[in-house]
């Protein structure tokens, strides 16, 4: 038996969520609870308050708004996968969160604990990442560049909030994983995103962090096909090698679904 060593507060606005978290540092927010709930069991996280926004109306929203396609932290994934805006806006978005885990997780995973917890092999990091997006919180606006730091760590302060994230449509986008057959995470994914300027490269699952794949920009800005792809070796060293695929193998599954990636587009 689990005993109750925390507290619940399922708050009805931001500001009361935001009062809470600066009551008590170790005070933890609560949006689908897919990976905090499981943390929790095996006592890797010991929050002395649950700080529930599930039930927030302002965090759960989609909207387009000049070029750009503002997300809520609060849209589950299969908002994201259904919602008649991202389906015609940016179509490898809804098809990113439709590929999610499975129905039971993507009706409570959230775009903003997704982007917050920032699991090395969660698949909306390579898409803020490729799409040059923007991160809001209840202080300020992180571009994506600067707000995946490392292994499960952000740019986020103690008691920051996700509010929103803005997506800059591209002219053209698309996003290939290579999934771990039991939980649907991805041991590769790529989204590629090609603006009128620049074709951006993210790399997801492969390695401790979402990084760009530099090289395959380069190359992709002068040709953009998926043969421009070809001889570009991905450097394993620095991937991640674990029960599922060494680094070797991981290297490998980048260039291929990089290539997928671009050939969907073509
Ligand atoms: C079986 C299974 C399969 C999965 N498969 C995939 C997959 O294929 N691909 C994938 O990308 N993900 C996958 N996930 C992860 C899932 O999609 C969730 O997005 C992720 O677990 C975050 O869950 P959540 O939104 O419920 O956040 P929670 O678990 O409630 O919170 C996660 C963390 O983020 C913090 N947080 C939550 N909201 C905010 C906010 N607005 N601002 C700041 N901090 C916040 C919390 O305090 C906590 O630390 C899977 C999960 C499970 C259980």
């Avoid at 560049?145 to 002219?171: H, K």
Wanted: glycine share 8%; charged share 20%; net charge neutral.
């Amino acid at each position: 038996m689990i005993p109750a060593a925390f507290r619940y507060h399922r708050v009805k606005t931001l500001a009361e969520a935001e009062k809470l978290l600066a009551a008590s540092p170790e005070a933890k927010l609560l949006a689908g609870g897919q990976t905090l709930i499981a943390a929790m069991k095996m006592r890797l996280a010991r929050p002395s308050d649950l700080v529930d926004i599930s039930g927030l109306k302002e965090l759960s929203f989609i909207r387009a708004t000049g070029g750009a396609l503002v997300v809520g932290a609060g849209a589950t994934h299969n908002d994201i996968a259904n919602s008649p805006e991202v389906l015609r806006l940016l179509p490898a978005l809804a098809e990113l969160a439709g590929g999610i885990g499975d129905p039971a997780v993507r009706h409570v995973g959230t775009l903003g604990g997704s982007v917050a917890n920032n699991d090395p092999t969660a698949d909306y990091p390579a898409a803020l990442l490729a799409l040059g997006a923007t991160v809001t919180t209840n202080r300020r606006t992180i571009a994506a560049d600067g707000f995946f730091t490392g292994m499960f760590s952000t740019a986020l302060a103690g008691g920051e909030i996700v509010t929103s994230v803005s997506f800059p449509v591209p002219e053209r986008a698309s996003y290939r994983k290579f999934r771990n057959p039991a939980s649907h995470y991805a041991m590769a994914g790529i989204f590629v995103a090609k603006t009128k300027v620049e074709v951006r490269v993210a790399v997801t699952g492969a390695a401790p962090c979402v990084f760009r794949a530099r090289e395959m920009e380069t190359a992709l800005s002068e040709n953009f096909s998926p043969a421009a792809l070809n001889g570009i070796d991905v450097d394993p060293s620095g991937l991640n090698s674990d029960i599922h695929a060494s680094a070797d193998y991981r290297a490998h599954l980048v260039s291929v679904m990089a290539k997928r990636a671009v050939e969907a587009l073509a």
